[in-house]
């Protein structure tokens, strides 16, 4: 199987550097599938899921919005935070689960940032589970 170069970068640097077959994730216009030799691309990601797929292995991302470029042998991630299925701090993510729920029960909040919170920590639960 043909492979891509696969860069995952954030602004306190880089989070995952690998060669993939093919790269899955949702981008705000809908869900993205990316083989080798794709034409280039530059959308904007949702919080969610990058998966790399390489032989019978699937590395599992949670990143929180971004962007997604790619070029036809490498595919670059630029995300405000990035972190790979196995360095999830599952503890941290519930607690933030939590504190989100929290606000958003109480009136006065600001909802938006509690939502966006809350999105942020279902997104590396559900991750974390594809260590
Ligand atoms: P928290 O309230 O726990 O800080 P958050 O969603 O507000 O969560 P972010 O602002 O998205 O956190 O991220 C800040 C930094 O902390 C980033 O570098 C991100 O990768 C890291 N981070 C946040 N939550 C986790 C987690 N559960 N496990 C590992 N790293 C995390």
Redesign the pocket.
């Known amino acids: 199987m043909k492979t891509m170069k696969v860069t995952v970068v954030?602004p306190?640097g880089p989070v995952h550097e690998s060669e993939a077959e093919m790269v899955s994730t949702r981008a705000t216009s809908g869900e993205l599938g990316i083989l080798p030799g794709h034409i280039p691309l530059v959308a904007p990601l949702e919080i969610g899921a990058v998966r790399l797929k390489n032989g019978n292995k699937t590395q599992w991302i949670a990143v929180?919005g971004g962007f997604l470029e790619v070029r036809p042998d490498r595919v670059t991630i630029l995300a405000?935070?990035?972190?790979r299925a196995e360095?999830?701090?599952i503890e941290?993510?519930q607690?933030?689960k939590e504190?989100a729920e929290r606000r958003l029960r109480q009136e006065n909040m600001d909802n938006k940032r509690a939502e966006l919170?809350l999105k942020?920590?279902v997104n590396?639960i559900n991750i974390y589970k594809h260590k």
């Open positions: 954030t306190d929180s405000q935070a990035a972190e360095d999830i701090d941290r993510a607690a933030a504190r919170a942020r920590a590396r």
